[in-house]
């Protein structure tokens, strides 16, 4: 046997084990069933779950796989019908996500958001601080409607940092310091806070949605959700820079020769197209629509649809970028799965059972101390976890839950686990899709990454706790 | 202007007034609302309806992207509501189709359709219809599983096709009626008649499934249409070959050197793999499951689901195979958005109108009778089509809420409609995927293809009307 293939035998018996562990776990959840008052059908959903989660944790298989996987067994085990099994995948959030993935495809397809990005360093870029509130600023226009901070951060941002950083002769293996550090973190993390700031910003974020809908009835929806994080939101962005530049203090200040850099990938781009002026106009319309629904009622998805259909009608993109747009439909899978077993967990009469059991066993804190000390343990946690979307499945439907039981205010407690649910991707350098990009750009060692991560997340609780708190008192919501 | 640039444009005014074609019928059936007994909002789905499948037919753009059109029509217009209109996404017959698009998909990437394909003209090919009784023969057993019928034609037939009648010295200029004609013929029609044998033949054939339940309320499903197709089809097989040389004789009759072919072009493919293995082993579970439904309970969507889950499981396909295998997602966004409004034209009072009305306005024949009159309508109205996708959506429906009035024999109705509407593809060189590409190949010429095709037409008359019938009253269907 050769190197080679002795190392995907040692991959393939490793992702066996996990996948054995997941199965294992899943099993021992699944004969419990009977032995509490949970409803058993809700118990085994509950079992099934769990292995999921732990599926997205351990990572033995895709994650659409094993959420596929999971309700398979759940059909085929009697415990759900097909037609519930199937229910997510008709699901306007999940369409919503879809819809915005595909204009995300077209963001960078048509060149628009590197565009973007390029033209704000030529604005901004005469400094090293500069050039991070390009990108800080880019970030923010950006996740208004890409839902998919890693095709954002991975896809368009990254790789700019990355030539900025080369073009002012900062290099992984020579002078890192000099601005590719900087500028790495500066991106990693404003791309963690524009994800927090629209429901849009992260693929995950419906869930948290959703869970709120469950929990407390309430509508966390797009123009909600950016309502509340738009003040702490802009203060972190803002106050972002000026913090990392503390940190990890970028060695040199002048900018001038990453806008020559940004000048010269501009022209290299040529004249704004046809496609991009198109992609533009499209873009001003969703925003213009999304914040009007009180005049014309249409909902965010239906919005969100009707800019890809003027995409397409316009040829800015094509059908085939559509059906080819594989983010988009494995996020059809793993969300429309995830949040069918959400639905069946309440159903079923699994959530009912864990907020009484909470109740009857909690006591003292309540209100909104309550919130803010689960809305602190929750970010922390996320340390257990190796991805967000891990994190929020498992963790914020049955932390809302408990607020809801300890009278949280409805709306502080969706702000907060909506928008740490996001934040709390500072911790790690393997949390999210384009964290693992930035880290892997090789300016920042990982004792680095760390550290300053925790000093980020003290940053966070101050911006959100305070500034938050502050703002949803204007906004009325405790 | 240069030339390419010119015919781009030429292009471009042709598609838009296509689609200026399809919305002024859509808008002028719409204005047309309340002027009838029909309730307005099921009128305009109607209007809407009627410009998809028009769309369908002038092609101004791909027919996914025209459903999705129609579909936020409706939702932004305030006829249907967003959760209607996402509806026909979760539908368990959308996710049959899915699954089987990924079955097919797995049956191209580990080779074993090609295999199998090949190794019957190994062990058939003696003789010219030897060859024409092997491509018969793999139509038929991959038609059980791969519901893309272009898949199945065009992805793995019509090349093996096209080189065994090179290999028998028969060239699209030089000698193609020394077997390139017979053969390029006999895979076209066997590729229709295997379409029209299973509900997973082709991935329009659930419109049918789903008219016949609004109209009849009862259950065509997989195991239900093969039943009824089973004897009927494999006649047709059997004398296919036969019939094609009397109509394009092949002037060779030996087989031998396709066979030298079809060898070499194994040994080219070395051993079979542990995918094919696997592959093989999941086509035998899948179609035991699906046979043996009442031993067990599966529905045929949840035994397809599981066939795909244990093709990734044993990483026989990739999660990411699943997630690029564009033609399923086409799928799920045409077949799901034309099911949802198919659905709304029931829920709303449409087709309840149209049986009422047909009712009132005939009289006379009635019954077994009426349904082969109007079957044979059906079938020929094909020729006003460019594709049995549109043609099922338009025609199906109607012509099976008007043999309901007529009291037609339900299943009876269910089965001439159900397998008519593949097998009246054999009438225009344009009709399907496979019929253009093996027209494509270019050994036929259009007046040929054309009378050939009309003359199996009748073979389909006499096959399906005669023995099915026996056939259908031995299962007593009348």
Redesign the interface.
Known sequence: MNISSHLKGVK?HSQYSK?FICFLLGITLWVLAGTNEVPINAWRIFAVFIAVITSFILRP??I??MV??G??IL??S?TIT??ES???????TV?LVIAAFLLAGAMINTGLGKRIALWLVLRLGKTIKGLAYAICGSEFLLATVMPSNTARGGGIHAPIVNSLAQSLGSHQSNKPDRAGIFLSLVGAHANLIAASMFMTGMAANPIVTKAVKDVYDIDFGWGTWALGAIVPGLVALLILPHLIAKLAPPTIKDGHLAQKEASRLLKEMGPISRNEKIMAVVLILLLLLWTTKFLH???T??VA??A??VL??T?AQS??D???N??A??TL?WLGGLLTMANLLLKYGFIQWFVENVQASVGGVTGLAAILILGIIYFYSMYAFSMLTAHIAAMAGPFLAVCFTLNGQPYVAAAVFAYFSCLCGCTTNYSSGPIIIYFGLGYVTAPKWFSVGFAISIFHMFIWILVGLLWWKILGWW
């Open positions: 393939n996948l298989f895709p659409g796989m596929l996987t309700l398979v059909i085929a009697g097909l037609e199937l229910s997510g995948f008709a699901d306007a369409w009622g249409f909902g998805t239906t649809m009707i890809v259909i397409l009608i040829k059908w085939k559509v059906i080819t594989e983010m439909w494995d899978v």
